[in-house]
């Protein structure tokens, strides 16, 4: 595995977690595709946002872009696919149609976004894919993926957990939207963390990535289990959505209940500085700079990793006060 | 008449009763730690908000017409409250609930006065509210720290959580409206034959207008409990789906959709019914999958039994 | 005579309008359009609008009959979706499996809501939406709560179906086309049209005139359903696999469409072809939101809800 | 007579929720005869048809049925929506090669069809912009032209005009010719004299008399129907109308140059407190839409109306504020809220005076529902039945009270009496009496002529959409009325 070096044009604060990252994978580069040169500056670059910018990863993810492209002065058209996957094939097509040279896709699903690629590929287009990893072919299908590995992020999280726990307790998992390969990464990269330790699974049910929803789950379970000693939430919105339950429910989340999320959002991250929150993983939404890095390299001819993972920090009770700027 | 018809009579009225006493049987019998005051408060507090929305809801129903925007609304409700929290809590709830008539009040004018049919007129507030909802929030959840506003979703009066106790005066109060006053009656009148109520003078489009205006109202009301209760405004997903909820719960509870009858007393059954489904599916920790096989199940029972014979 | 004669045409004229209020919303939706933004007509761009709206047209071709049955389906979302799911694990059995297996499943969905509102008198409404939840839990089921997404295997020939192209317009566009040619047929030239129409009209004075208005209803509900399964089973074709998150929210598009093109929502009256128009006008609505490029992604739906709002007025003012 | 029946009822009994709408009855129609079916209103005449043709089944009894029925209900039964020629065909499209509904075809043989039946309408348009009279016309057309061996007609003239009944009455005499056996209900006794053998009366759901008709005195027949006896009736006429009534100083009713394009065009309608105007004039003649445009329910190209010589803004809810109401001549789309109680229903348009703050005084409602239920002999199980329940006649009974009771000053009775039972009529017509005596002014639109020529002081008659003459005092006569309504047809003779 290769290894990037880190980047520096960017100050510290909330860019500063992106300043790493591994990647994997044989390398793609401009020779093997036959792509032609294009120049990251004054290009016409396209952005296919995949969601609403509701939530804070959304708004910090194409903020990242548009404040990276303004920087580097590319001409950046931007559109939104409204979670609706075929609006994002034909946002993908017009972004073409309207003279993207370059493109950084935001895809909704893993699956589904080939008869895009093919249009890109068609129009030989380099495509980055950032954020969700798609099924489709690198190098061939999209030039690479610049991403967080899901797995991994709900593997950390288990770390955290035993760590807080000592490895014993009863867990409740708060899954996100069912059908979403997020869902089912975090989900898989938990259980695969705690196996064999003393935690146990005692309820899996969804909130649906809402604050309100992982709220009244948490108020269920308390209820019919009063014993749960630990929450896995697999978004930040329903982790501090179970700290309200917890806390209606007279139980102080952060000591007698641990609570474990993924995202790194600023409100999380407040609760784990105060104390009533574990632990929370980040899932580094600042895609920018390494993005058009990567479109740069490429065009100059140098080959690029099929994979690169960007880095996600950490926010534990040790570290939360003094990496609050950092949260989204 | 036989006996055989007036019991599928009794229970083709009173079936929402009975599913949920079997229900609570159920509860009672398989589930852990289901009889404790808690629990009890649990639900009737997760239940408040759709009770107040599906109680606008079946006014509309009741006309021959659905409002799909109510959980736009709530969203709308819900972006207002962090703009004025600094005027203080009531400036705040005030201002939600105007935003709320007002949406209610241009729902009726659409369907009364311009002539749109329901579905479709409210459809507009459902696909644009939210966005509306978004932007004036900039499409960021806004975390609520004034004590007196959430007060609103955690505090209780003798023990009784007060988001239930509005809740249960709103309930009160529809229906001393449908079964005691001239709008009431109006009201299933229009739903009934709005031709024939038209002819008969009576004032269709502000009875229209009212009906709506109610429900934008009475859905910013939910929507600031809610919001009280989640101590945040997220208007991203605020009320997400509350049409459909509220819809099946009116119509579980004996209102049918065809218009000219509203049953206040039912819908609050018909929200206690979907509630209990709702919480034994997930304290049974049922994959989702299956709950939702489960529910469809369930929905499809309850308003079999309480359908309309030919 | 000349005075008949001119009250004639003006009022010809009017029952134009009033009839194709929906075209002449689209027709200047285009023309705007293309003179502003010069990349709207181009071929590539008309080309994926087309395709875009045939799967959305094929969906909206079964709700027609439906609505103008008076009733709705709610469940088509759903079983567009699980349609898709459906088709992509049917395709390593084959092209005829990966066809047939979701229109029989959706088919016999939606002969189930036909069966329960003709033969139980409950409300479309409320039947519709518990298949709605059956149908997406029966997908999330059958994907192991959605983590399995199904592929197609590239080089199968029912990825052609949905990726396959005549003069760059893909075919798609003309199963749709053909499809509401057929429809449009069906609905004006035979009894069944004729009695879908009954049925909805005047649903007791149907009965009463021995229209078999049960037996229409099921019809009508079975047919809506097949059609969402072969929406999906396109899709999954061009999208090469069973996703499992699409058709949230697409039983509200297929409303839209069919009432914007000036189908009467409580029954009786309607037009294939004004649904299609409907779903170019959305469709093209959509374009241009693109096109414009600059809209915040909040404001996206704002718009959406604005132009929803204008083209049922002005219908509905053309009306009187 | 022959006997051989092609439908055979016996002992069948049918109710509805605690009502016994048929108890016991025994029923045969034989081959080619007119049979008539009559009662009181409620009697059970509907239910007994929907029994035979299958749309009820019965709690007892057996019934026999040779060949096909073919039956036009008491309501309108086609579907508005849907073109005349769509209706006519319904189930029986004319196809073409490729077995499509072959369009050009089915718009010939309809018009063509229809004119033989006096309809000239566009078969292509909706169905449901026709008049009440024309639609019924299509439906008979519908059942007559299905290749019946039995044809039955509930109340099939209570919406046609004299000219109307006349051709209906020709039809069934060439349906009664070819063979086919006839039910026929009609609370018009000159119609069931005219054309029917025999009888079957109906009262309180039981069959209380079957036999030939010529031999049974008029008189008696209606004894039979009410289960009063002949002395009794013998006190009422055919119309119950007294003579003069005191007609007020000024109008207290002023509509002017009413035009509504293409249906009405500048009719001027006065009508002095006391005085009961009839509005004449043949099917489709603009005569609802007249009603219509007073109170404000039909918009107007032009024209005003005054009360009491105030303008009154063209709306229903200001008419009604003023003091105008108006009896509906389709109780089924325009009348009746199907699933509100009898009584909701008669208060409906009098909740504001019936309530305090908006909240409904139940005492006070209580009140006037009693009164009008035993003063129009409203026949109900209780008041809260659903008004969707009662027999039609019953129906236009409520509706009729619900106007009453908003204590109007000007009263508009788009066929008030269709559908009624003689007994019920003589009664509704001596309340129109009354009432004009009282002060009220009254517009009466009747098809029946004895109706308008008796009650009314004053007779208005319209053609085309115009007013084509005023008749009064010795003007009003049978011979003076059709002359005026007869001029159309010379007219039309004249521009051909
Ligand atoms: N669907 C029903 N539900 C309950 N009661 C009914 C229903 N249909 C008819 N009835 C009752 O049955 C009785 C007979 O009604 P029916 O309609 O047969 O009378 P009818 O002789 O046709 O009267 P009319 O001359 O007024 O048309 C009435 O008392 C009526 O209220
Ligand atoms: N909604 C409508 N749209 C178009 N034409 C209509 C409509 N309603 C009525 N008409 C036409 O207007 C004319 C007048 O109808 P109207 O109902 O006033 O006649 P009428 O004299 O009251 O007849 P009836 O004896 O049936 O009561 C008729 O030719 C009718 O076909
Ligand atoms: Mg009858
Ligand atoms: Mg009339």
């Not at chain 4, 069959?207 to 008189?219: A, D, F, Q, T």
């Not at chain 4, 005054?306 to 803004?313: H, I, T």
């Given at each position: 595995?290769?290894?990037?070096?880190?980047?520096?044009t960017?100050?510290?604060g909330?860019?500063a977690?992106?300043?790493?990252?591994?990647?994997?994978?044989?390398?793609?580069?401009?020779?093997?595709?036959?792509?032609?040169?294009?120049?990251?500056?004054?290009?016409?670059?396209?952005?296919?946002q995949?969601e609403?910018?509701?939530?804070p990863?959304?708004?910090?993810?194409?903020?990242?872009?548009?404040?990276?492209?303004?920087?580097?002065?590319?001409?950046?058209?931007?559109?939104?696919?409204?979670?609706d996957?075929?609006?994002?094939?034909?946002?993908?097509?017009?972004?073409?149609?309207?003279?993207?040279?370059?493109?950084?896709?935001?895809?909704?699903?893993?699956?589904?976004?080939?008869?895009?690629?093919?249009?890109?590929?068609?129009?030989?287009?380099?495509?980055?894919?950032?954020?969700?990893?798609?099924?489709?072919?690198?190098?061939?299908?999209?030039?690479?993926?610049?991403?967080?590995?899901?797995v991994?992020?709900?593997?950390?999280?288990?770390?955290?957990?035993?760590?807080a726990?000592?490895?014993?307790?009863?867990?409740?998992?708060?899954?996100?939207?069912?059908g979403?390969?997020v869902?089912?990464?975090?989900?898989?990269?938990?259980?695969?963390?705690?196996?064999?330790?003393g935690?146990?699974?005692?309820?899996?049910?969804?909130?649906?990535?809402?604050?309100?929803?992982?709220q009244?789950?948490?108020?269920?379970?308390?209820?019919?289990?009063?014993?749960?000693?630990?929450?896995?939430?697999?978004?930040?919105?329903?982790?501090?959505?179970?700290?309200?339950?917890l806390?209606?429910?007279?139980?102080?989340?952060?000591?007698?209940v641990?609570i474990?999320?993924?995202?790194?959002?600023?409100n999380?991250?407040?609760?784990?500085a105060d104390?009533?929150?574990?632990?929370?993983?980040?899932?580094?939404?600042?895609?920018?700079?390494?993005a058009?890095?990567?479109?740069?390299?490429?065009?100059?001819?140098?080959?690029i990793?099929?994979?690169?993972?960007?880095?996600?920090?950490e926010?534990?009770?040790t570290?939360a006060a003094?990496?609050?700027?950092?949260?989204? | 008449m036989?006996?055989?018809?007036?019991?599928t009579?009794?229970?083709?009225?009173n079936?929402?009763?009975?599913?949920?006493?079997?229900?609570?049987?159920?509860?009672?019998?398989?589930?852990?730690?289901?009889?404790?005051l808690?629990?009890?408060?649990?639900?009737?507090?997760?239940?408040?908000?759709?009770l107040?929305?599906?109680?606008?809801?079946?006014?509309?129903?009741?006309?021959?017409?659905v409002?799909?925007?109510?959980?736009?609304v709530?969203?709308?409700?819900?972006?207002?409250?962090?703009?004025?929290?600094?005027?203080?809590?009531?400036?705040?709830?005030?201002?939600?609930?105007?935003?709320?008539?007002?949406?209610?009040?241009?729902?009726?004018?659409?369907?009364?006065?311009?002539?749109?049919?329901p579905?479709?007129?409210?459809?507009?507030?459902?696909?644009?509210?939210r966005?509306?909802?978004?932007?004036i929030?900039?499409g960021?959840?806004?975390?609520?720290h004034?004590?007196?506003?959430l007060?609103?979703?955690?505090g209780?009066v003798?023990?009784?959580?007060?988001?239930?106790?509005?809740?249960?005066?709103?309930?009160?109060?529809?229906?001393?409206?449908?079964?005691?006053?001239?709008?009431?009656r109006?009201?299933?009148?229009?739903?009934g034959?709005?031709?024939?109520?038209?002819?008969?003078?009576?004032?269709?489009?502000?009875?229209?207008?009212g009906v709506?205006?109610i429900?934008g109202?009475?859905?910013?009301?939910?929507?600031?409990?809610?919001?009280?209760r989640?101590?945040?405004?997220?208007?991203?997903?605020?009320?997400?789906?509350?049409e459909?909820?509220?819809?099946?719960?009116?119509?579980?509870?004996?209102?049918?959709?065809?218009?000219?009858?509203?049953?206040?007393?039912?819908?609050?059954?018909?929200?206690?019914?979907m509630?209990?489904?709702?919480?034994?599916?997930?304290?049974?920790?049922?994959?989702?999958?299956?709950a939702?096989?489960?529910?469809a199940?369930?929905?499809?029972?309850?308003?079999?039994?309480?359908?309309?014979?030919? | 005579?000349?005075t008949?004669?001119t009250?004639?045409?003006?009022a010809?004229?009017t029952?134009?309008?009033?009839?194709?209020?929906?075209?002449?919303?689209?027709?200047?939706m285009?023309?705007?359009?293309?003179l502003?933004?010069?990349?709207?007509?181009?071929?590539?761009?008309?080309?994926?609008?087309?395709?875009?709206?045939?799967?959305?047209?094929?969906?909206?071709?079964?709700?027609?009959?439906?609505?103008?049955?008076?009733?709705?389906?709610?469940?088509?979302?759903?079983?567009?979706?699980?349609?898709?799911?459906?088709a992509?694990?049917?395709?390593?059995?084959?092209?005829?499996?990966?066809?047939a297996l979701?229109?029989?499943?959706?088919?016999?969905?939606?002969?189930?809501?036909?069966l329960?509102?003709?033969?139980t008198?409950?409300?479309?409404f409320?039947?519709?939406?518990?298949?709605l939840?059956?149908?997406?839990?029966?997908?999330?089921?059958?994907?192991?709560?959605?983590?399995?997404?199904?592929?197609?295997?590239?080089?199968?020939?029912?990825?052609?179906?949905?990726?396959?192209t005549?003069?760059?317009?893909?075919?798609?566009?003309?199963?749709a086309?053909?499809l509401?040619?057929?429809?449009?047929?069906?609905?004006?030239?035979?009894?069944?049209?004729?009695?879908?129409?009954?049925?909805?009209?005047?649903?007791?004075?149907?009965?009463?005139?021995?229209?078999?208005?049960?037996?229409?209803?099921?019809?009508?509900?079975?047919?809506?359903?097949t059609?969402?399964g072969?929406?999906?089973?396109?899709?999954?074709?061009y999208?090469?696999?069973?996703?499992?998150?699409?058709?949230?929210?697409?039983?509200?598009?297929?409303?839209s469409?069919?009432?914007?093109?000036?189908t009467?929502?409580t029954?009786?009256?309607?037009t294939?072809?004004?649904?299609?128009?409907g779903?170019?006008?959305?469709?093209v609505?959509?374009n241009?939101?693109?096109?414009?490029?600059?809209?915040?992604?909040?404001?996206?739906?704002?718009?959406s809800?604005?132009?929803?709002l204008?083209?049922?007025?002005?219908?509905?003012?053309?009306?009187? | 007579?022959?006997?051989?029946?092609?439908?055979?009822?016996?002992?069948?009994?049918?109710?509805?929720?605690?009502?016994?709408?048929?108890?016991?009855?025994?029923?045969?129609?034989?081959?080619?005869?007119?049979?008539?079916?009559?009662?009181?209103?409620?009697?059970g005449?509907?239910?007994?048809?929907?029994?035979?043709?299958?749309?009820?089944?019965p709690?007892?009894?057996?019934?026999?049925?040779?060949?096909?029925?073919?039956?036009?209900?008491?309501?309108?039964?086609?579907?508005?929506?849907?073109s005349?020629?769509a209706?006519?065909f319904?189930?029986?499209?004319?196809?073409?090669?490729?077995?499509?509904?072959d369009?050009?075809?089915?718009?010939?043989?309809?018009?063509?069809?229809?004119?033989?039946?006096?309809?000239?309408?566009?078969?292509?348009?909706?169905?449901?912009?026709?008049?009440?009279?024309?639609?019924?016309?299509?439906?008979?057309?519908?059942?007559?032209e299905?290749?019946?061996?039995v044809?039955?007609?509930d109340?099939?003239?209570?919406?046609?005009?004299?000219?109307?009944?006349?051709?209906?009455?020709?039809?069934?005499?060439?349906?009664?010719?070819?063979?086919?056996?006839?039910?026929?209900?009609?609370?018009?006794?000159d119609?069931?004299?005219?054309?029917?053998?025999?009888?079957?009366?109906?009262?309180?759901?039981r069959?209380?008399?079957?036999?030939?008709?010529?031999?049974?005195?008029?008189?008696e027949?209606?004894s039979?129907?009410?289960?009063?006896?002949?002395?009794?009736?013998?006190?009422?006429?055919?119309?119950?109308?007294g003579?003069?009534?005191?007609?007020?100083?000024?109008?207290?009713?002023?509509?002017?140059?009413?035009?509504?394009?293409?249906?009405?065009?500048?009719?001027n309608?006065?009508?002095?407190?006391?005085?009961?105007?009839?509005?004449?004039?043949?099917l489709?003649?603009?005569?609802?839409?007249t009603a219509?445009?007073?109170?404000?329910a039909?918009?107007?190209?032009?024209g005003?109306?005054?009360?009491?010589?105030?303008?009154?803004?063209?709306n229903?809810?200001?008419?009604t504020k003023?003091?105008?109401s108006?009896?509906?001549?389709d109780?089924?789309?325009?009348?009746?809220?199907?699933?509100?109680?009898?009584?909701?229903?008669?208060?409906?348009?009098?909740?504001?005076?019936?309530?305090?703050?908006?909240?409904?005084?139940?005492a006070?409602?209580?009140?006037?529902?009693?009164?009008?239920?035993?003063?129009?002999?409203?026949?109900?199980?209780?008041?809260?039945?659903?008004?969707?329940?009662?027999?039609?006649?019953?129906?236009?009974?409520?509706?009729?009270?619900?106007?009453?009771?908003?204590?109007?000053?000007?009263?508009?009775?788009?066929?008030?009496?269709?559908g009624?039972?003689?007994?019920?009529?003589?009664?509704?017509?001596?309340?129109?009496?009354?009432?004009?005596?009282?002060?009220?002014?009254?517009?009466?639109?009747?098809?029946?002529?004895?109706?308008?020529?008796?009650?009314a002081?004053?007779?208005?008659?319209?053609?085309?959409?115009?007013?084509?003459?005023?008749?009064e005092?010795?003007?009003l006569t049978?011979?003076?009325?059709?002359?005026?309504?007869?001029?159309?047809?010379?007219?039309?003779?004249?521009?051909?």
């Open positions: 595995t290769a290894r990037e070096s880190p980047q520096t960017n100050s510290g909330p860019a977690s992106a300043a790493q990252q591994q990647t994997s994978g044989p390398g793609c580069s401009r020779a093997k595709t036959g792509y032609p040169q294009v120049d990251v500056k004054g290009a016409t670059v396209g952005f296919s995949s609403k910018e509701a939530n990863f959304r708004v910090a993810e194409t903020q990242s872009i548009k404040d990276e492209a303004a920087k580097r002065g590319v001409n950046l058209l931007v559109t939104n696919a409204q979670s996957l075929n609006k994002q094939i034909s946002d993908i097509k017009s972004l073409l149609d309207r003279g993207a040279k370059l493109l950084i896709v935001a895809p909704l699903n893993s699956d589904g976004l080939q008869p895009a690629f093919d249009a890109a590929k068609a129009k030989q287009v380099p495509v980055i894919t950032i954020d969700r990893k798609v099924t489709s072919q690198p190098c061939t299908d999209y030039l690479t993926f610049i991403g967080s590995d899901f991994e992020q709900g593997k950390r999280a288990a770390q955290q957990m035993v760590k726990t000592g490895g014993s307790g009863k867990v409740a998992i708060l899954l996100g939207a069912s979403n390969n869902t089912v990464d975090r989900t898989k990269g938990f259980k695969d963390g705690i196996a064999g330790t935690l146990t699974v005692v309820a899996e049910q969804t909130g649906e990535f809402d604050r309100s929803k992982g009244a789950v948490m108020e269920q379970l308390i209820q019919s289990n009063p014993d749960i000693t630990a929450v896995y939430a697999e978004n930040d919105e329903m982790g501090v959505g179970a700290v309200t339950a806390k209606a429910a007279g139980k102080s989340p952060g000591k007698d641990k474990v999320s993924v995202d790194g959002t600023r999380a991250v407040q609760l784990v104390g009533s929150y574990t632990a929370v993983i980040e899932s580094n939404p600042r895609f920018g700079p390494l058009f890095d990567t479109l740069e390299k490429f065009g100059k001819g140098d080959e990793p099929q994979n690169i993972v960007i880095s996600d920090d926010y534990d009770t570290n003094q990496k609050l700027s950092n949260a989204y | 036989t006996l055989t018809a007036t019991r009579r009794w229970l083709q009225d079936g929402v009763y009975v599913a949920v006493v079997a229900l609570l049987l159920f509860n009672a019998l398989f589930t852990a730690n289901f009889l404790t808690g629990n009890f408060t649990t639900q009737l507090v997760q239940a408040a908000p759709v107040i929305v599906a109680l606008g809801m079946a006014l509309v129903i009741g006309t021959e017409g409002d799909l925007s109510v959980g736009a709530m969203a709308l409700a819900a972006a207002i409250i962090p703009l004025y929290l600094g005027a203080g809590p009531l400036v705040a709830i005030t201002m939600a609930l105007v935003v709320g008539l007002a949406a209610g009040a241009f729902n009726g004018f659409l369907v009364a006065e311009v002539g749109i049919q579905i479709v007129a409210t459809l507009a507030l459902l696909v644009g509210g966005g509306l909802a978004l932007v929030a900039e960021q959840l806004v975390q609520l004034d004590p007196a506003f007060a609103l979703g955690t209780d003798l023990g009784i959580p007060i988001s239930v106790l509005i809740a249960v005066l709103l309930a009160v109060v529809v229906a001393g409206l449908t079964n005691r006053t001239t709008f009431g109006q009201l299933v009148a229009i739903g034959n709005r031709k024939a109520a038209t002819l008969a003078g009576l004032p269709v489009n502000r009875v229209l207008v709506y205006a429900c109202v009475l859905a910013a009301v939910a929507g600031v409990l809610a919001t009280s989640l101590a945040a405004s997220d208007p991203a997903d605020m009320g997400l789906l509350m459909l909820s509220a819809i099946t719960a009116v119509v579980v509870g004996g209102t049918p959709l065809t218009g000219g009858k509203v049953r206040v007393l039912g819908t609050v059954m018909g929200v206690v019914l509630q209990l489904v709702r919480a034994t599916l997930i304290k049974h920790n049922l994959p989702d999958s299956i939702q096989m489960i529910q199940a369930i929905i499809i029972a309850a308003v079999y039994v309480a359908r309309e014979r030919r | 005579m000349t008949p004669m009250t004639l045409t003006a010809t004229r029952k134009v309008l009033q009839r194709q209020g929906a075209a002449v919303a689209l027709v200047l285009v023309a705007v359009s293309w502003v933004f010069p990349r709207f007509g181009s071929l590539d761009n008309l080309r994926d609008l087309a395709l875009q709206g045939s799967f959305l047209a094929v969906i909206a071709l079964g709700m027609t009959f439906v609505i103008i049955t008076g009733g709705i389906d709610l469940s088509v979302g759903s079983l567009y979706a699980l349609g898709g799911v459906l992509a694990w049917g395709s390593q059995y084959g092209f005829l499996v990966a066809l979701p229109l029989l499943v959706c088919g016999l969905i939606g002969l189930i809501n036909g329960l509102i003709a033969r008198n409950m409300a479309p409320i039947v519709t939406l518990a298949s939840l059956f149908a997406r839990g029966l997908l999330l089921a059958i994907t192991d709560e959605g983590a399995n997404t199904y592929q197609i295997p590239p080089d199968s020939a029912f990825v052609e179906l949905g990726r396959g005549v003069f760059g317009f893909g075919y798609p566009i003309f199963i086309a053909v509401c040619v057929l429809g449009g047929m069906i609905l004006n030239r035979t009894s069944f049209g004729q009695n879908v129409f009954a049925a909805g009209g005047a649903e007791q004075s149907a009965i009463l005139m021995g229209v078999p208005v049960a037996k229409t209803k099921i019809l009508v509900y079975t047919m809506s359903g059609l969402a072969l929406a999906g089973a396109l899709t999954a074709a999208l090469q696999s069973g996703v499992t998150v699409i058709g949230v929210g697409t039983e509200l598009d297929a409303i469409v069919v009432v914007i093109g000036g009467l929502l029954g009786g009256m309607g294939v072809l004004g649904t299609v128009i779903v170019g006008l959305i469709k609505i959509q241009v939101i693109n096109q414009i490029g600059t809209l915040d992604s909040n404001y996206q739906s704002v718009v809800g604005v132009f929803l204008v083209v049922v007025v002005l219908q509905r003012i053309l009306r009187r | 007579m022959p006997t051989d029946p092609v439908i055979e009822v016996a002992g069948v009994t049918k109710t509805f929720a605690g009502v016994r709408a048929l108890d016991d009855v025994d029923f045969t129609l034989n081959r080619g005869e007119i049979h008539a079916l009559v009662g009181e209103n409620g009697a005449k509907s239910t007994l048809i929907k029994v035979l043709t299958g749309i009820h089944t709690d007892a009894g057996r019934i026999t049925r040779k060949g096909h029925i073919s039956t036009i209900y008491q309501e309108v039964n086609l579907v508005p929506l849907m005349v020629a209706n006519l319904l189930g029986r499209e004319p196809r073409n090669r490729l077995g499509l509904i369009r050009a075809r089915r718009s010939a043989d309809a018009a063509e069809l229809l004119t033989g039946y006096g309809i000239t309408a566009d078969v292509s348009s909706p169905l449901g912009t026709l008049a009440v009279g024309e639609q019924q016309m299509v439906a008979l057309a519908r059942a007559v299905a290749d019946a061996d044809v039955i007609m109340e099939p003239t209570s919406s046609l005009e004299p000219r109307e009944v006349e051709t209906l009455l020709e039809v069934v005499r060439k349906l009664h010719e070819a063979g086919i056996a006839i039910i026929y209900v009609s609370h018009r006794m119609e069931l004299y005219r054309i029917c053998d025999t009888v079957t009366v109906l009262r309180d759901g069959s209380v008399h079957s036999g030939p008709l010529k031999e049974l005195p008029r008189i027949l209606v039979l129907m009410l289960g009063r006896s002949v002395n009794e009736i013998q006190k009422h006429g055919t119309t119950a109308f003579e003069d009534h005191y007609a007020g100083r000024e109008p207290v009713l002023e509509a002017t140059g009413l035009t509504s394009k293409p249906r009405i065009n500048a009719v309608v006065a009508i002095r407190p006391g005085e009961v105007v009839g509005l004449a004039g043949l489709g003649s603009g005569r609802t839409e219509k445009a007073i109170i404000g039909l918009p107007l190209d032009d005003t109306v005054l009360v009491a010589g105030k303008p009154v803004p063209h229903v809810k200001a008419a003023a003091g105008i108006m009896l509906a001549e109780r089924k789309t325009e009348g009746i809220i199907p699933n509100l109680s009898v009584r909701e229903n008669i208060v409906l348009a009098a909740l504001p005076r019936l309530s305090r703050f908006g909240v409904i005084s139940r006070r409602q209580d009140r006037i529902v009693d009164t009008f239920i035993t003063r129009l002999r409203i026949k109900v199980s209780s008041p809260e039945q659903k008004v969707a329940e009662l027999s039609g006649g019953n129906q236009q009974k409520v509706l009729l009270a619900r106007w009453l009771c908003t204590e109007p000053k000007i009263l508009l009775l788009d066929e008030p009496t269709r009624i039972d003689v007994g019920a009529k003589a009664e509704v017509q001596a309340l129109i009496d009354e009432l004009a005596r009282e002060g009220l002014a009254v517009l009466l639109i009747s098809s029946e002529l004895d109706e308008l020529l008796d009650g002081d004053r007779l208005i008659v319209l053609r085309d959409g115009a007013v084509a003459g005023e008749l005092g010795a003007q049978r011979e003076h009325v059709l002359g005026a309504i007869a001029a159309e047809v010379m007219d039309d003779a004249d521009s051909n």
